[in-house]
């Protein structure tokens, strides 16, 4: 098991919904011992570490995020022995599991709530947000906006109304009572015992409420946020939070502290790769990175593609949304709120060229990279299925049955099964044995990636060659990094991002390169020549 504290900046995320993996017991959800079997799966990819979609009991108004027990697992997916079990298993092949820690709202079947909506002196009454009316905070952005209208909910029994920044069956904690905060703690707690590596800290920026503001990145939650890190500091040195702020890089920086977070998810970049991949011009991506300052050497970005999630566009301009809609969800029923419910291979058209390429820029650019389960295979969506489940459906293994996922008759959601996507010719036995398909891609940029500590530790600079479809850039090792750290010192990626040859003149002081992925060697003394969508990851010096 790696024990370098900052194991982090090197690792790969592999982004897991245990419901949508293996079902080991056939009753049509995936499981904890579903996972334990798949365990050679990942090890083959190379991946370092699983972060784990909520598998709390939940009724499930929103997969999950609707918390009703903190300290348990839904019985769907096993019992705590059965995740106990898992957590020796993947620890003793060296992955790590960090999951989903859902604090600032619950389910509205939590029993926290259930007692706080029965009277107004219940002593759990003040645990919720409570109100005589909906008129405050009012200057508070709503985020469900295709279903939700308010920001409050009326409760008939006591006459008042409840706060929820996401669905009204989701009511937020009230962090102002020191009760919920050190609940949270101890819950917390509770998993970090078991031996969990960490959290992916949910919806962090909205767990406190002032009047006059927009009740985002509020300095009171930044106050609670530094309790968690003492916390882990203090009790369970070396595991991690990864902060979920749907924020601009600098509004983020405040998170991304050596006391508050290790790690925060780079919201905006995502949505410009698809940009600039789709304009075959780099600006975007140069723009982003260009408003992306620096942070402290023990904090890390945490870079991603496509995830659970609709594809936020909450971090563009609305002229920028409505092209990204045009373009990337021409039917309406890929919009969902202000994002495109869809996967990463129909985003790209089904073009290995394309999804190889956004696929180098995620393991390259600085920060770590995380795999959403099934776009390492290409897997499709189904957009006709409610909310954000047409990206969650089962994955798929071979071409048996339910794509090898279960052996029940009706699975949770239904294995994709269309022309261009069906499990009969997606699937991971398919691409296996195959040097050149996605998954071997994948595991080969992720394989390079992991030789060369570069990419997660190293500096980053921005290059701008005349040729515009170029994106390119150099990841190089501090003075005192090369000392200690193997590998690459360092590395220029060049990538065409357009659909046409190009030719670049780098013009830096390096005459030449060579390529990890292939092992060819490039002369940068004269103009490169990149096909359509090819990238290159040039060891230089
Ligand atoms: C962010 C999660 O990624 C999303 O799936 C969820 O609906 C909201 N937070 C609310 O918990």
Same mark, same amino acid.
């Given at each position: ?384 299925? @409610?909310? !954000?489940?047409? &990206?969650?459906?089962? %994955?798929?293994?071979? =071409?048996? /049955? ?5 052996? $029940? ?78 590998? @690459?010192? !360092?590395?220029? &990626?060049?990538?065409? %991002?357009?659909?046409? =040859?190009? /030719? ?5 002081? $390096? ?31």
């Amino acid at each position: 098991m790696n024990q370098d504290p900052l194991w982090y900046k090197d690792a790969v995320f592999y982004e897991l919904n245990v419901r949508a993996f293996c079902d080991s017991d056939g009753d049509g959800h995936g499981d904890f011992r579903g996972m334990i079997q798949k365990l050679d799966y990942l090890l083959y990819l190379g991946v370092n570490c699983v972060w784990l979609l909520p598998f709390y009991p939940s009724p499930l108004r929103d997969d999950g995020y609707d918390v009703a027990d903190y300290y348990n697992i839904s019985p769907k997916f096993g019992t705590l022995d059965d995740f106990r079990e898992m957590l020796d298993v993947y620890h003793a092949a060296g992955i790590k599991v960090i999951s989903d820690l859902i604090v600032n709202h619950t389910s509205d079947q939590h029993s926290w709530f259930i007692e706080s909506r029965s009277s107004l002196d219940n002593p759990k009454r003040h645990w919720y947000v409570w109100s005589e009316n909906d008129q405050r905070y009012l200057q508070t952005r709503i985020i469900f906006i295709d279903t939700e209208a308010s920001n409050w909910a009326y409760d008939p029994h006591t006459g008042q109304y409840y706060w929820h920044r996401f669905y009204s069956e989701q009511p937020d904690l009230n962090f102002d009572n020191s009760e919920v905060q050190e609940e949270i703690l101890n819950v917390m707690r509770f998993w970090l015992d078991m031996g969990l590596d960490g959290f992916r800290v949910d919806a962090i920026p909205y767990l406190f409420e002032r009047e006059g503001t927009n009740n985002e990145n509020l300095a009171e939650t930044h106050q609670f946020l530094k309790r968690m890190r003492r916390v882990v500091d203090d009790e369970y040195p070396g595991r991690i939070l990864l902060a979920e702020a749907n924020q601009w890089p600098r509004d983020l920086l405040p998170y991304l502290e050596p006391d508050e977070f290790q790690m925060a998810f780079h919201f905006p970049i995502m949505p410009r790769l698809f940009m600039a991949l789709r304009k075959g011009n780099r600006q975007d991506v140069v723009d982003i990175m260009n408003d992306t300052p620096p942070i402290s050497p023990e904090n890390q970005w945490c870079m991603f593609l496509r995830n659970h999630d609709e594809l936020t566009l909450e971090m563009v301009t609305e002229e920028q949304r409505q092209w990204m809609w045009k373009e990337y969800a021409p039917d309406d029923r890929m919009r969902l709120n202000l994002g495109i419910r869809r996967r990463l291979a129909p985003l790209l058209d089904n073009d290995i060229r394309k999804i190889n390429l956004l696929n180098a820029l995620l393991f390259s650019l600085p920060g770590s990279p995380i795999v959403y389960y099934g776009d390492e295979i290409g897997m499709g969506d189904n957009i006709w299925l @409610a909310d !954000r489940n047409g &990206v969650r459906t089962p %994955m798929q293994w071979d =071409e048996s /049955k339910n794509a090898g996922f279960s052996g $029940a008759d009706i699975t949770y959601e239904p294995v994709i099964n269309d022309n261009g996507y069906g499990y009969q010719k997606v699937n991971v036995a398919a691409q296996i044995d195959k040097p050149d398909s996605l998954l071997n891609m994948t595991r080969n940029l992720i394989k390079v990636r992991s030789a060369h500590p570069v990419f997660g530790r190293g500096g980053f600079t921005m290059l701008e060659p005349e040729n515009t479809a170029i994106l390119a850039y150099e990841r190089e090792l501090s003075e005192a990094a090369k000392m200690v750290v193997e590998g @690459a010192a !360092r590395v220029l &990626v060049v990538a065409n %991002m357009s659909g046409e =040859e190009q /030719k670049v003149t780098m013009g830096i002081d $390096a005459v030449q390169g060579t390529d990890l992925l292939t092992g060819q060697t490039h002369h940068l003394n004269g103009p490169l020549i990149l096909n359509p969508y090819e990238y290159l990851w040039l060891k230089l010096g």
